[in-house]
């Protein structure tokens, strides 16, 4: 079974900055794929930004040079850096990973953390 567990959402006022957390547990063999998904009220779930198990990072236009993701292999976790929020960045956060364990390889989805920027 594997656990993705995000942190570090909360309230900032526009032009703020915050720092994501998600920590993988369980079993697994390897992590192909780790992102950032966002979902806001009314509005389908967006990827955010992903970064492959090579160090290969993409990112929604959106949040392009103001939002850096990044990894820690050793402790399969995976952060997102989010500097001048905007009040549009306002959205829960989920942390998705393709995982691979001794069984098969699966997208695997965190409970989201809220993150709410005031103008």
């Known amino acids: 079974q594997v656990q993705l567990v995000e942190s570090g959402g909360g309230l900032v006022q526009a032009g703020g900055s915050l720092r994501l957390s998600c920590a993988a547990s369980?079993?697994?063999?390897?992590?192909?794929?780790m992102s950032w998904f966002r979902q806001a009220p009314g509005k389908q779930r967006e990827l955010v930004a992903d970064?492959?198990?090579?160090?290969?990072?993409s990112y929604a236009d959106s949040v392009k040079g103001r939002f850096t993701v990044s990894s820690d292999n050793a402790k399969n976790a995976l952060y997102l850096q989010m500097n001048n929020l905007k009040p549009e960045d306002t959205a829960v956060y989920y942390c998705?990973?393709?995982?691979?364990?001794?069984?098969?390889?699966?997208?695997?989805w965190g409970q989201g953390t809220q993150v709410t920027v005031s103008s």
């Open positions: 970064i492959r198990s090579g160090g290969t990072t």
């Open positions: 369980g079993s697994i063999l390897s992590i192909n794929t």
């Open positions: 998705n990973a393709n995982i691979r364990n001794r069984i098969v390889t699966d997208n695997y």
